[in-house]
C-alpha cells in the first residue's frame, strides 16, 4: 500500500496541474470503490474550481469552490495520472479510457486527472471542507510526522504504557499519520530499535532519538519520489527509486549494511505483516 511518501509524490505531482484550474466535467464509470461513490458525485462536481490541494495522513485532498472538498485515496492499487489534450494528442497517458479507469476530472484546460484503480480498494468521497477534521476518515488520525506537532515529547507521553512492540505502535494512525510498515522498518534500523521491543519499556532518550530519525527517513523518500514495490506509479506514471536504498526492508537473509556487523537481516510476522530487521544492531 502507498505509504506517506508516495501519496505526498502524487499531490506534488498533481497539485501544479490542478490548482487554479476548474473541472469542466467529471466521469464515474462504476458505482463504488472500496465504499460507494457520493450520490450525483458527477453533477456535484461540474464547474467547480479547485482551490487548493493538500494532504491528511495517505489522503489527498482537494478543496473546491463552494466550501467542499474532494478525498482521494490510493488503497493498495490506486493510482493517479495526468494527460493533457493537445491538437488531439495526449501526452503522458493514452487519451482512451483504460481498463480501471473508474474516476476521470476533465479539466477546463484540456488536462485529464484519472484515477485508475485495479484491486479497487481506494476511495473518493466529497464532504464540507469545514467537517473533514470530524469526519470519520480523519477523525481519528495522529499528528503528522513532518509537523511541529510530531515532537519528543509527544512521542514519549503516547508511548508511555503502551503495551504493543513498538513496530506495531508505529504503525497506529491514531498516535502517527501516514507512517506505514517500510518506512517504520528503515527507522527502527537507523535508531538501532527493535521492532519486538514492547514500546513502554524503551527509554524516553531511545524515544526521542527516533523522532527525527522518522522525519529524516520520510524526508529522504519524499526527494526519491517514494518507493515503488508492486504497483507504485507516480503522476505521470514513473517509478520512484527509495527502495534502492532499503537497509532492512525486503533484505532477508542479506548481509546487513552495517560493516561492523557479520549477521544477516531477519524477517517475522507482526500483526500479519513483515518486519525486517537485524538481531545484532537492534535491540
Known amino acids: 500500500m502507498p505509504e506517506l511518501p508516495e501519496v505526498e509524490t502524487v499531490l506534488r505531482g498533481i497539485s501544479p496541474f490542478m490548482e487554479g484550474n476548474e473541472i469542466e466535467y467529471a466521469e464515474v464509470n462504476r458505482p463504488d470503490l472500496r465504499k460507494p461513490f457520493p450520490i450525483n458525485l458527477a453533477k456535484r462536481l461540474k464547474n467547480r474550481k479547485i482551490n487548493f490541494l493538500h494532504r491528511r495522513s495517505k489522503y489527498i485532498l482537494i478543496d473546491l469552490s463552494d466550501g467542499e472538498t474532494l478525498i482521494m485515496h490510493l488503497g493498495m492499487s490506486g493510482r493517479i495520472l495526468i494527460s493533457q489534450n493537445v491538437t488531439g494528442n495526449f501526452h503522458h497517458n493514452s487519451s482512451h479510457t483504460q481498463k480501471h479507469d473508474h474516476f476521470i476530472l476533465h479539466l477546463k484546460d484540456n488536462h485529464m486527472v484519472t484515477f485508475n484503480d485495479p484491486r479497487r480498494f481506494g476511495v473518493i468521497d466529497l464532504l464540507e471542507t469545514k467537517s473533514l477534521e470530524i469526519s470519520s476518515m480523519l477523525s481519528h488520525i495522529g499528528p503528522e510526522p513532518l509537523s511541529n506537532r510530531f515532537n519528543e515529547e509527544y512521542f514519549i507521553n503516547v508511548m508511555r504504557g503502551k503495551k504493543t512492540n513498538i513496530k506495531s505502535a508505529l504503525l497506529d494512525q491514531r498516535l502517527v499519520a501516514g507512517l506505514g510498515n517500510i518506512y517504520a522498518c528503515e527507522a527502527l534500523f537507523r535508531a538501532g530499535i527493535s521492532p519486538k521491543r514492547q514500546a513502554f519499556s524503551i527509554s524516553h532518550k531511545r524515544l526521542g532519538f527516533l523522532v527525527p530519525i ?64 537485524c538481531g545484532n544492531c537492534q535491540r
Open 214 to 277: 522518522i522525519k529524516e527517513i520520510l524526508t529522504e523518500a519524499i526527494s526519491s519520489g517514494g518507493s515503488s514495490l508492486r504497483d507504485f506509479r507516480n503522476s505521470a506514471g514513473g517509478l520512484g527509486y527509495f527502495q534502492h536504498k532499503f537497509e532492512v526492508y525486503g533484505r532477508e537473509n542479506q548481509n546487513c549494511y552495517n560493516t561492523q556487523c557479520t549477521r544477516k537481516i531477519k524477517r517475522i510476522i507482526q500483526a500479519g505483516r513483515s518486519s525486517f530487521y
